[in-house]
């Protein structure tokens, strides 16, 4: 089992800049990729972000990129979501994600990932 926990939610104006983490542990030792997801009210959950854990390949949704930076620190067994220039349509709970074993997948839909954290909100005021 892996268990994920996120941090570094908050209340932040529009344009402002939050850091997301994401703490991995138990069976980290076969983890292949790590994720961010985010599900506003009344909406469905969305990828947001992904890196995978041997090369940092990384992807991004079109919403996010060119403002969203996700890294790792594997020795720490941490993801990192850099969020700058807030809007407030990204208010909403992220979650971190994880899988184990390269599925030959894009990892950008929720049924890629076998492990989920609690999420952590994010509200970005206007």
């Known amino acids: 089992q892996v268990q994920l926990v996120e941090s570094g939610g908050g209340l932040v104006q529009a344009g402002g800049s939050l850091r997301l983490s994401c703490a991995a542990s138990?069976?980290?030792?076969?983890?292949?990729?790590m994720g961010w997801f985010r599900q506003a009210p009344g909406k469905a959950r969305e990828f947001v972000a992904r890196?995978?854990?041997?090369?940092?390949?990384?992807r991004y949704a079109d919403s996010v990129k060119g403002r969203f930076t996700i890294s790792r620190d594997n020795a720490k067994n941490t993801v990192y979501l850099q969020m700058n220039s807030l809007k407030p349509e990204d208010t909403a709970v992220y979650y971190c994600a994880a899988d184990r074993f390269n599925s030959g997948t894009i990892y950008t839909r929720t049924y890629d990932y076998d492990y989920w954290g609690q999420g952590t909100q994010v509200t970005v005021s206007s």
């Open positions: 890196i995978t854990l041997s090369d940092s390949s990384t």
């Open positions: 138990g069976r980290t030792f076969s983890m292949y990729v």
